[in-house]
């Protein structure tokens, strides 16, 4: 990934000090922006599964998570865990898409201040997925099952939900729903990487040493959320309700994805997309802005 025009000492060191630093930073501060989208894509996507929904459409869980709980504890309650988890999922996204990135170029005999083919960079943007679900889906667990079980009116913790999650399924438990993670991170980041790299590419016209504008930040970062979001959706859907459904009579992702398709066809598995890249477009925009920048930025 380009640096906005900078070139600094490389280093597999400070590559990964750099990575690990930049990244915990923009993904904290961009999750509490999107938290609150979340919140409600979690929701709907739950309300999907029951034979009636609880609301019939966004707006609707909006205004009636507002009713119920105010905007403090109906949007934003339980946010300080996924901030953690925002900040080990994102430095380790970049950490492990930048040292893939640069095993290669090691590989090949390249410089590492050279760039590598954008089909080569696909393929570390589907590592970093890959790498990154498992730190994501015990973070994403927890998330779910906190959002969904407050909705039940339930007095919950996250704490709680984890000793109860361990206590019927072991430290196992904590990764139910990896499979459906791995193959939405690996694909999303996938998109996500080669949307924003695509268009930096446009914008630069090949010029090394280009100086990339804020505003062209965004907009590379707003069509990586628009292409992992768009692309990976359904796996998604799919993959929440697996994690917050209830554990006394289980359903396999085979059976909660043919009772979304015979209920709502295939539009079904689209539930919350609207909300999800309300919140997907501007945060993507603020994470890569925020990780261009303070990186260029940093002593180091």
């Not at 009636?64 to 988890?85: E, N």
């Not at 990764?175 to 991170?185: A, F, L, N, S």
């Not at 804020?214 to 970062?221: E, K, N, P, R, S």
């Amino acid at each position: 990934m380009k640096e906005c025009g900078t070139e600094k000492q490389r280093s597999l060191a400070l590559d990964a000090a750099r990575e690990i630093v930049t990244g915990s930073i923009a993904g904290a501060t961009s999750k509490v922006f999107e938290f609150p989208f979340d919140t409600i894509k979690v929701r709907m996507q739950y309300s999907q599964s029951l034979p009636v929904p609880l609301f019939p459409n966004s707006w609707d869980c909006i205004v009636k998570s507002y009713k119920k709980d105010g905007i403090i504890k109906g949007f934003y309650r339980g946010i300080v865990p996924p901030m953690f988890g925002a900040a080990m999922e994102i430095s380790t996204l970049f950490f492990s898409y930048n040292m893939a990135q640069d095993a290669i170029k090691i590989v090949r005999g390249y410089n590492l201040n050279d760039n590598i083919k954008q089909t080569d960079k696909l393929l570390c943007g589907a590592w970093g997925g890959f790498c990154t679900s498992f730190v994501l889906t015990p973070v994403e667990l927890l998330k779910c099952r906190f959002q969904v079980e407050t909705l039940r009116a339930k007095k919950t913790s996250i704490p709680k939900i984890v000793r109860t999650v361990i206590s019927e399924k072991g430290i196992r438990g904590l990764w139910k729903g990896e499979t459906t993670t791995m193959i939405r991170e690996a694909g999303g980041s996938m998109a996500w990487f080669g949307n924003y790299e695509a268009v930096l590419r446009h914008f630069s016209q090949g010029k090394k040493d280009y100086k990339f504008k804020t505003w062209q930040l965004m907009i590379a970062g707003s069509l990586a959320g628009v292409g992992y979001h768009c692309l990976m959706f359904p796996v998604d859907t799919v993959k929440s309700i697996y994690q917050i459904q209830e554990e006394k009579n289980p359903r396999t992702l085979l059976d909660i994805a043919g009772q979304i398709y015979r209920k709502k066809g295939f539009f079904g598995f689209y539930s919350g997309l609207g909300v999800t890249l309300c919140k997907s477009i501007p945060a993507s925009a603020i994470l890569f802005v925020l990780y261009e920048r303070i990186k260029a930025n940093l002593p180091f």
